[in-house]
């Protein structure tokens, strides 16, 4: 019984520190800086799809005209625009009021009354909706960052209606990411015995952050109950250091001469050959009838 308590008690705490992370700096709010708000998502808008162009094919935002979607971790709101462009009765969630109101700014600023989507901050692990309420469950780079992403993951697969697409972007390993992570956080500070995914849970974006090899991606959706599901790995900006460095990294010698030397070429050929070392990893699955 204390132990379930401690436990809990630890979650809680980790989930704060998650929730203080993304707002003190939304996601990817850093790649713009034009004053003008509408201009500022749409640089923000425009360097998402440059850095993650696989993101079209999978969300296929054009074929949501008049479904229900849910977007867990809306973020700046960038994705959750193009569902409501597209039709979608959308609804969006993140933990953070930040995002929440980022997501809203940029809704009015392209055109959309508030009548036409909503938002709201709510915890992907206790979603306030029915049963099978949604038609398409879609989340990007997000439940890897909540503490109990197997919750997540029922969660999603709960509000899911039966013949729905659930469609979730959740970080790879082993992948150049966390290698460029353990090689400086754990080699260069002779801690060689650290592993890749220690690593990234101290030291990529949120505290607690976890990755997944293709047979824990696969095993944790059937711990949530789907039978089969397609998945898929992308290099992203990251596996290759072409990243606006955060304050953490922003002076660092060591890191701003690897991003110098880095062999992207190398990265980028391997991966032609299928090397599968891209930190970006796409599941999708269909809920059964
Ligand atoms: C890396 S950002 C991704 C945002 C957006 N999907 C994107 O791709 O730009 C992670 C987001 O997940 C949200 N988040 C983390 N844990 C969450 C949780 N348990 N419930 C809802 N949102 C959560 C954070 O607040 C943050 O906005």
Redesign the pocket.
Known sequence: MIVKEEQSSKKLDL?SK??AY??EE???TRYASNPDRLLYFKELEEG?YISLPNIWGFARFDTARGLKVL??????G??FCNWVRNGAIATG????TQ?IELTREYLELDGHPETSYRLLT????QLPFEDESFDVVY?????H??PDTPK?FQEARRVLRKGGHFKC?IYHSPSWVAINLWVYHALFKLRPWKSLKQVVFNHL??PGTKVYSVPEARQLMRQAGWKDCRVKLYLHDGDLLNIKLGPKYQNNFIVKTAQKLYPRWLIRALDKCKSGFGVVMHIDSVKEQ
């Open positions: 989930k998650v929730a993304w707002d939304p996601c990817d998402r977007e867990i971790g809306v973020g700046a960038v994705d969630v993140d933990f953070t995002a709510a915890d992907a692990e989340s990007y780079g997000v439940l960052h909540t997540a972007m974006e949120s």
